[in-house]
C-alpha cells in the first residue's frame, strides 16, 4: 500500500463511547497531523508530531487525545464527544523541510449522536 | 485561520482563466501552499511559493508577493474537472518544525 491510509472511513458514536482513529503513511515522511474538517469552515489544526515528538496542540479539547507511537502510525483516541465534534478527520504526513507538502488520508466522517 | 483571506466562491466558464487571490499575515511566514479539493475527497498539493514571483505548472501557476502578504493561483484553459475547492494554506517554522494553516478554501465552479 501507498500514500497515507486512514480507518475507519466512517464511524458513528454515541457520547459516552471511546473509539480511536488509525493513520498509517507509507511515504517515508517524519512529520504527521491531525486536521478537522467541518462545512463552511477552514481546515482547523489539532496536532503535529515532528520527529514523533508532539510540536503542535492547537488548544483542542482533552477528549481529544493524539499518540504517536512512530514516525508511520497516528492515532487519534476519543472520548465523551459533543455533536458539534462531527467533522471529517483528515490526517496527513509530509517530510520536516520547507517545500514538503502535506500528503492527507481520505479521512475518517464522524458523526457524534 | 490566521488571518488568511480567500474568496468564499468563484464561478468561470470553460476554457476560460481564472484568478484565485489569498492574502495572508506576513509575520512568521516561511512558505505558500496551494491545494486543490474534489467534493468527497482529500486536498492534493498543487503549488509552493517561497520567493517572490511566479511559479509555472502547466496550466496553473501560483504568484507569491512576500511584503504584501499576497498570492494568486492562476487557473488557464479552465476543465469541467477543475470545479473544486482551492485551498491556500500559509506556512510557519516554530523551532524547526513546519505547521500550515490554511484558509477557508475556494470553491470553483466550471460552467460548460
Request: net charge neutral.
Amino acid at each position: 500500500e501507498t500514500g497515507v491510509t486512514q480507518t475507519p472511513r466512517h464511524l458513528v458514536m454515541g457520547m459516552t463511547n471511546k473509539k480511536s482513529l488509525k493513520c498509517e503513511q507509507h511515504l517515508g515522511h517524519n512529520a504527521m497531523y491531525w486536521y478537522k474538517q467541518s462545512a463552511k469552515k477552514p481546515l482547523e489544526l489539532m496536532f503535529v508530531y515532528s520527529l514523533e515528538e508532539r510540536v503542535e496542540n492547537n488548544s483542542v479539547p482533552s477528549r481529544f487525545s493524539p499518540e504517536c507511537p512512530n514516525s508511520s502510525h497516528l492515532f487519534l483516541h476519543l472520548h465523551t464527544l459533543q455533536p458539534e465534534d462531527s467533522a471529517l478527520y483528515l490526517c496527513a504526513s509530509s517530510q520536516v523541510r520547507e517545500n514538503s507538502p502535506l500528503h492527507f488520508g481520505n479521512g475518517t466522517r464522524l458523526t457524534v449522536t | 485561520g490566521q488571518n488568511i483571506d480567500q474568496p468564499t466562491e468563484m464561478t468561470a466558464t470553460e476554457g476560460a482563466i481564472v484568478q484565485i487571490n489569498c492574502t495572508y499575515q506576513t509575520s512568521g511566514f516561511n512558505g505558500l501552499f496551494w491545494y486543490q479539493q474534489h467534493a468527497g475527497e482529500a486536498p492534493t498539493f498543487l503549488s509552493y511559493n517561497v520567493l517572490d514571483g511566479l511559479e509555472e505548472k502547466g496550466r496553473f501557476s501560483s504568484f507569491l508577493s512576500r511584503s504584501k502578504g499576497y498570492s494568486y493561483l492562476l487557473l488557464k484553459e479552465l476543465q469541467m474537472k477543475d470545479s473544486a475547492s482551492y485551498l491556500c494554506a500559509r506556512q510557519t517554522n516554530p523551532g524547526g518544525s513546519y505547521i500550515p494553516t490554511f484558509g477557508r478554501g475556494t470553491s470553483l465552479i466550471v460552467h460548460p
